[in-house]
């Protein structure tokens, strides 16, 4: 009995952690199931970067 209880609240808890991603992937925050992963190549550079390459430039 011991077994099925862990079970039922196993699957509870990634149910619910499940549900939590998507609700913040609607907010924007994370990507997880319904978008896919962005190209790293298209996204801008981070600003340690961009103040990086701007000082070499000088």
């Not at 039922?8 to 319904?34: C, I, K, M, T």
């Not at 978008?35 to 000082?55: I, V, W």
């Amino acid at each position: 009995m011991e077994i099925v209880v862990a079970l039922v609240f196993s699957a509870a808890v990634l149910f619910g952690a499940d549900r939590l991603l998507l609700w913040l992937e609607s907010r924007g925050h994370v990507n997880w199931r319904r978008k896919g992963r962005k190209s790293l190549s298209e996204e801008p550079t981070a600003e340690l970067d961009s103040m990086l390459s701007d000082r070499s430039n000088r």
